[in-house]
């Protein structure tokens, strides 16, 4: 009996231990492995100098204990003063010590209030690592890289670093409701336990803003786009308020969804007409509530006019009397508004790819100064490949800000292993060619085209209350990978990689570079297995969920896959050239002449922007209907290689990670199969045409996987 007892209780904190490794995300802080790197570490971290005794700074000198602890099996003497050599001195400009501070100016001077500084410094002929910032939240943001410089086992003996981020806003989109249900989340249900708040502050709240300021995010949007105005209510204001409590020490300011109609439903207006003296009055009355609780709140995101949701069209307003309404109310309280450009209408016949553009490229320079549009990096949504938003560049006098999706509506739930920052990165070096060359997304975004002040990038979270987080111990990789991108957008994606890897499993070498490459190249794998050379929004309905291109009876004509790929016997694609809706008109010169020949159009955008024949010549040879094939046999091809990979890995990772990302790739290729033969036998129909060789012959019937029907799948609220 005791020892069942004992076989238990170790299988019990077993357990533990290895599930808190999930949980950990890429904070694990291994043991240095290799002896001549941690030794190095020990020799040049004697002693510990904190100046400042703030909860920021509190918390900076925990994660130091605490990453030294598990790094170097021991933490160096805090010093309440700065004795002999070797110490690593902390603290915002300042707490310094006036002699260290006027060494470090023209170092401050390349700096912003987010910025820190890693330097190693000469201070009475004594060596010395000094982390600073202008502000304590800059000091932490300087440690945690600090603590990623020895996670990725990098010399510390020469440290020269000054580093900010190159936007303002780095920012979490929760699309959370209040019941905790998470519209497109794949993690589980929301981590706000609005029922427990605020009285019970749930540990993960901490975790979770310690996660983020580790990667320089600085908002979190609590609430869901598609907006409850309950939320606004002084009952959930109250929880809300113990929220932002719990983030601001790490540099996070909360931000909420505004229903457009509030004013209606909790505030007993007649109207939200926001030319009404009444609406405005209210608006101004809330957020002077909320900022008595939150003097730090960050703003409103709104989505109004768009898939049903309310807004100023609704009283023959726009989006700028909307969006300018709402900026004034938090104006005094330097607030901002994020108004979203994501709209179409059912009662517009035009090409929803076109639509966004039409109706806010003529808003360019009308919004006042703290609002700030955002749009997301395609016109369509969100697809595994999209070219980029033709409103980027082209609102010269408008600060836009990027919107990304990094939880995976339209590219496999947290099933698929797909690494994010690679399409990401895509995007933000496309060039808009807007100002001429050299006009890159990356550029509009930090604001450095046209010079504007207000930044940001928002992600659409991934986070659920799973016990890894996301779901899928990869997609850590992409709430990481934003979060970076987002501190600065012209970091490559195999640095990122690089760094996460290291961080989150092993320094190793020989586990690196095949598993670095297995996630650079997820990306186009699930690009070409769900839709290549430019398909795109041929999910099934609703869910987005696995395949559907056959699907044709929805509502609105744009909501069905048909409409996107336009399938015949004569060909495949949809015709945005000069020919067809001219969609490529909205781009530069430059860039729709590009586009609109299919000649020059990138062959990876073929048929978002042509409409052609199946006996196309590709440019490898091949016909279209045999080139297409050969990509969805090509994406199978890689995921069963990414097996491969993955199995290699299994003496570097532990088992359970090792095993759940195993469980999934099992999944992954099951449904990339799905993909491909779902797809090809749909297409077959329209070009009449025999799969090529090398393709896999399907074992099931088009009938049978159009019979598959997924009511519970997630996320689809
Ligand atoms: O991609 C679509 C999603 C909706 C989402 C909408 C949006 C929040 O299917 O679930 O609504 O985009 O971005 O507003």
Redesign the pocket.
């Known amino acids: 009996m005791t020892s069942l007892r004992f076989v238990f209780l170790f299988l019990l904190t077993s357990f533990s231990a290895l599930a808190q490794k999930d949980y950990k995300l890429w904070l694990q802080y291994s043991t240095v492995a290799n002896a001549s790197i941690s030794k190095e570490y020990k020799d040049n971290l004697k002693g510990i100098v904190v100046l400042g005794n703030s909860e920021t700074i509190k918390i900076t000198q925990k994660e130091l204990k605490t990453g030294f602890l598990e790094m170097l099996e021991n933490v160096p003497e805090i010093k309440s003063e700065l004795k002999g050599e070797n110490n690593l001195i902390i603290g915002s400009r300042s707490n310094l010590n006036s002699e260290i501070r006027k060494e470090l100016q023209s170092d401050f001077d390349k700096i912003n209030d987010e910025g820190f500084l890693i330097k190693t410094i000469s201070f009475k002929n004594k060596k010395q690592i000094i982390i600073a910032g202008k502000t304590d939240v800059a000091v932490l943001y300087g440690v945690f890289n600090f603590l990623r410089l020895m996670q990725t086992n990098k010399s510390i003996q020469n440290l020269h670093v000054a580093d900010s981020p190159k936007t303002n806003i780095r920012i979490l989109n929760h ?1 959370d409701n209040l019941d905790r249900t998470v ?2 989340g794949y993690a589980g249900f929301s981590l706000w336990n609005w029922q427990k708040l605020p009285d019970f502050i749930d540990q993960r709240y901490i975790d979770y803003a310690r996660a983020n300021a580790s990667i320089g995010i600085n908002g979190t949007v609590l609430t ?3 907006a409850n105005a309950l939320i606004l209510m002084p009952q959930y204001l109250e929880k809300v308020e113990a929220l932002a409590n719990v983030f601001r020490p790490y540099g996070i300011k909360v931000y909420l969804t505004a229903r457009f109609s509030a004013p209606i439903e909790i505030g007993k207006l007649r109207t939200a007409d926001p030319k009404d003296p009444e609406v405005i009055n209210w608006w101004k009355n809330k957020a002077a509530e909320i900022y008595q609780r939150i003097p730090d709140f960050g703003g409103f995101l709104v ?1 109004a006019n ?2 049903g ?1 309310p807004g100023p069209q609704n009283y023959g307003r726009d989006h700028v009397d909307g969006a300018n309404m709402l900026a004034d109310a938090v104006a005094p309280f330097k607030g901002i508004v994020m108004w ?1 450009a ?1 709209v179409y209408s059912e009662h517009d016949a035009n090409d929803r790819a076109k639509q966004a553009y039409a109706e806010f490229q003529p808003y360019d320079g009308k919004f006042i100064e703290n609002v700030i549009v955002q749009v ?1 990096n395609g016109a369509i ?2 697809q595994p490949r999209e070219p980029f938003h033709p409103l980027f560049g082209a609102m010269p006098k408008t600060p836009l800000m990027m ?1 990304f ?1 990094i939880t995976q ?2 590219l496999g739930f947290s099933t698929h292993l797909v690494f994010l920052p690679k399409l990401f990165q895509e995007v933000l070096e496309s060039d808009t060619y807007q100002k001429g060359k050299g006009s890159t997304v990356a550029k509009v975004i930090d604001g450095t085209l046209y010079q504007n002040k207000l930044t940001g990038i928002a992600g ?1 979270s991934n986070i659920g209350n799973d016990l890894n987080w996301t779901g899928h111990p990869f997609a850590q990789a992409n709430w990481y990978g934003f979060g970076r991108l987002a501190w600065n957008p012209y970091l490559d994606s195999e640095t990122i990689a690089d760094e996460w890897l290291r961080c989150t499993f092993s320094n190793d070498e020989h586990f690196i570079k095949p598993v670095k490459k297995m996630m650079i190249d997820s990306r186009e794998a699930v690009v070409n297995y769900m839709t290549p050379l430019g398909l795109h929004h041929i999910m099934d309905t609703g869910h ?1 969920y696995g395949p559907g291109p056959w699907v044709s009876d929805l509502s609105r004509p744009e909501w069905n896959p048909t409409y996107y790929h336009k399938a015949d016997k004569n060909g495949i694609g949809f015709d945005r050239s000069k020919s067809g809706t001219n969609a490529v008109s909205q781009y530069a010169p430059e860039m729709a002449k590009v586009f609109n020949n299919l000649e020059t159009c990138p062959e990876k955008d073929l048929l978002w922007f042509h409409h052609v024949s199946w006996d196309y010549k590709l440019k490898n040879g091949k016909t279209l209907w045999n080139g297409l094939a050969l990509k969805y046999q090509e994406g199978v091809n890689q995921v069963a290689e990414m097996q491969k990979v993955w199995n290699k890995a299994e003496k570097y990772v532990d088992i359970e990670r090792f095993n759940e990302v195993k469980m999934l790739l099992e999944m992954q290729q099951k449904e990339a199969k799905w993909w491909r033969d779902a797809c090809l036998l749909y297409f077959q129909q329209f070009s009449g045409k025999e799969l090529p060789s090398g393709v896999e012959k399907p074992t099931e019937t088009l009938e049978y996987f159009k019979s598959l029907k997924f009511p519970f799948a997630p996320g689809n ?1």
Do not use: P
């Open positions: 699309w519209e497109r869901n786009v598609n989505k768009s898939e949701q979203r994501f997301k949504d969100f919107e999706q509506e339209y659409v987005h609220g």
